[in-house]
């Protein structure tokens, strides 16, 4: 996996996760400060991996993962959020989403979810 879009409204967290993808090796990294600007970034084929923040200006995270998976069904969409409420996981879920990383999260847990969702 290379090329990833990571939406966030917020610098510092986008700072953090560009720290942690850099930190397993990914250097392709497109950023989106909300939700309408990742909407309107992805395409399908220009992203191997979208990592999006659940509460942002614009569109949430779950308007982002629907929106792409509109456009393509395939692709790991990763929710980075603080949210661990069961009614809005099932609600990502039932949307599409591939898998979740909780804040605060290390760099190692995020390549753990990168190889998970890695295209053998």
Do not use: C
């Not at 966030?8 to 392709?28: E, F, Q, W, Y």
């Not at 069961?86 to 190692?108: C, H, M, N, W």
């Amino acid at each position: 996996m290379t090329r990833v879009l990571v939406a966030d409204d917020s610098s510092t967290m986008r700072k953090i996760i560009l720290r942690s993808l850099n930190a397993v090796g990914i250097k392709d990294i497109t950023e989106a400060g909300d939700g309408n600007e990742a909407v309107n970034l992805f395409a399908p084929g220009k992203f191997d991996l979208v990592l999006t923040d659940w509460n942002m200006p614009g569109k949430t995270g779950l308007e982002v993962l629907k929106a792409i998976r509109e456009q393509d069904k395939a692709i790991p969409v990763i929710m980075v959020t603080t949210e661990a409420e069961k009614s809005r996981v099932l609600e990502a879920i039932q949307a599409g989403v591939s898998d979740y990383l909780v804040k605060p999260f290390t760099a190692d847990a995020l390549r753990e979810k990168l190889e998970k969702h890695e295209k053998k």
